[in-house]
């Protein structure tokens, strides 16, 4: 095996994120969003990560993968069970990218994991409804894949000891087909640490702080990449590229260029979501779309640009007003309770919920340690400490209790994630806002993964997945679906790009 040396990094934990701005609210101004990370973000967890020494850069591999989030790794190892020599090349100090960061779960219909639940689900009614939230804007032979080999990530990640039995629901979907770790824990960690705990099993060497340049081109084929490794760039030969450098939700320019009006918006994604891939790829001729489509998420904590899990309203939480009113169907999907929430006076919210959500959703114990949970004993007390009408509060979660008793939300419809009523102490509660979250627009691809020029022709050798791309979401992500995305079209990169290279 390569020889592995113990990369010893100095990480700050999500903790150190600052995005504080002019409107203390809803806002950070545009340069401290863009800086938010000056320091690579990641959970302490990632601080021991293994990488491969520099000095075993080769002069070629089979394929070079660029970028060494969920996608990359997954297409690192789909490349290598089917035969490949891959290689990954990540800029940042640590790999994982924004999946480290990822919190809900991943989506997936028609699982051993549902059926083992009784869970009636369908390939086709996640389908609709994945359509129906992003507005029937989505590439459908990108989503009709994507739902159809969901059920077979799961049992193909179960197959590698990263296990997602544990189910929820997110925003716009009507099942459980939100798949988390059995503790109900956030999914990035968990995730990062399987794949890469399978990259080193496999002995697929690893490259950070490996930063590609360009990727380079003979007689219209795509042949390998320039990269900069320790203050010296020097070429990779290979047979087939896959890009899955991720979005650009942490480059400002890009953002105010395609929404100018989210330039005073807090970021949740890391530093290294700056484009780089789309960029490289429009160089080759490479076709975007939905470059405009830029999802914000209603519920980031604006101290530290945390994003606060969907499961917390996934396993029963509401969201109130500053009179302690509920004003919205809390699991309706992202944009729509984002806009709910920015036409609020105070352009915020506050998620309240009881000791039994805190229990099915670990990862609050992780928003608690960063001092962003507010508790007490009773309703009327969690009301004193923010700031809320005793009565008001405490009126609208006996009302709330009584409408998941009758199964019926008379007055926002809501109609999934009222299993369990609000009436065990102590509670809690999150103020939020919504914060730029995910870029839908990429470069586009097709079903195979290789990517598409202007002129509707593919560009040989090279392949996208993941955030990169765009067209699968349409212009609303369903909040599950990305981790699924970066699993189900990464190993079909990898199958891809390995065939490729062993044609050719």
């Known amino acids: ?12 934990s999500l903790a150190t994120l600052s995005a504080c701005g002019a409107d203390s609210q809803t806002s ?3 340069s401290t969003g863009s800086s938010a990370n000056e320091e690579t973000d990641a959970t302490s967890a990632a601080s021991g990560q293994e990488y491969t020494d520099p000095s075993e850069l080769a002069d070629s591999y089979d394929v070079v993968i660029v970028g060494a989030g969920g996608a990359g790794m997954a297409a690192a190892i789909q490349a290598k069970e089917a035969g490949a020599n891959p290689v990954i090349l990540e800029k940042m100090p640590i790999s994982g990218g924004n999946t480290l960061k990822s919190s809900a779960g991943m989506n997936a219909s028609e699982t051993k994991f549902q059926e083992a639940e009784g869970i009636e689900d369908s390939n086709d009614l996640f389908y609709e409804e994945t359509l129906a939230g992003g507005h029937n804007t989505n590439d459908e032979e990108l989503l009709r894949y994507f739902v159809d080999h969901s059920a077979e990530a799961i049992d193909w990640l179960d197959s590698m000891g990263i296990t997602l039995d544990n189910l929820t629901t997110t925003g716009g979907m009507s099942e459980k087909r939100t798949h988390r770790p ?32 360009e990727i380079n081109e003979e007689d219209g084929q795509v042949n390998g990449v320039t ?12 047979k087939a590229v896959v890009v899955t450098t991720g979005g650009f939700g942490a480059n400002f320019d890009m953002i105010t260029e395609y929404k100018p009006e989210l330039a005073d918006y807090v970021t949740t994604n890391q530093e290294g979501s700056t484009g780089d891939g789309i960029k490289m790829i429009e160089a080759l001729g490479g076709q975007t779309v939905d470059l405009e489509q830029i999802q914000i998420h209603p519920t980031v904590d604006q101290s530290k640009s945390l994003l606060i899990t969907e499961a917390v309203r996934g396993e029963g939480a509401i969201l109130v007003n500053q009179e302690g009113e509920r004003f919205f169907n809390e699991m309706e999907t992202r944009d729509k309770v984002s806009e709910a929430i920015i036409a609020l006076p105070e352009k915020s919210a506050t998620l309240v919920f009881d000791a039994g959500v805190k229990e099915r959703v670990t990862a609050i114990d992780f928003y608690e340690q960063q001092g962003l949970v507010k508790s007490a004993d009773t309703i009327e007390e969690l009301a004193k400490e923010l700031d809320m009408p005793e009565a008001a509060l405490a009126e609208t979660i006996a009302t709330w209790n009584s409408s998941v008793a009758a199964g019926e939300d ?80 990464g190993r079909q990169a990898g199958t891809k790009a390995a065939e490729f290279a062993q044609e050719n």
């Open 182 to 213: 059995s503790d109900g824990s956030a999914v990035g960690e968990y995730l990062v640490d399987g794949l890469m705990r399978n990259i080193h099993e496999l002995e697929i060497p690893i490259f950070v702080n490996a930063d590609v340049k």
């Open 227 to 238: 990269v900069e490794v320790e203050g010296t760039e020097q070429t990779i030969d290979a």
């Open 1 to 12: 095996m390569k020889k592995i040396f113990q990369t010893l990094l100095v990480l700050t």
């Open 28 to 30: 950070s101004s545009s």
């Open 410 to 489: 008379e007055a926002f419809g809501r109609s999934t994630a009222m299993d369990n009523d609000l009436s065990t102490g102590p509670y809690y509660a999150i103020a939020i806002a919504p914060g730029i979250h995910h870029t839908m627009g990429g470069v586009k691809i097709n079903t195979n993964t290789e990517v598409i020029a202007t002129d509707n022709e593919i560009i040989p050798g090279l392949f996208a997945a993941g955030e990169v791309t765009g067209g699968l979401h349409g212009e609303n992500r369903i909040g599950g679906n990305a981790v699924a995305d970066i699993i189900i079209f």
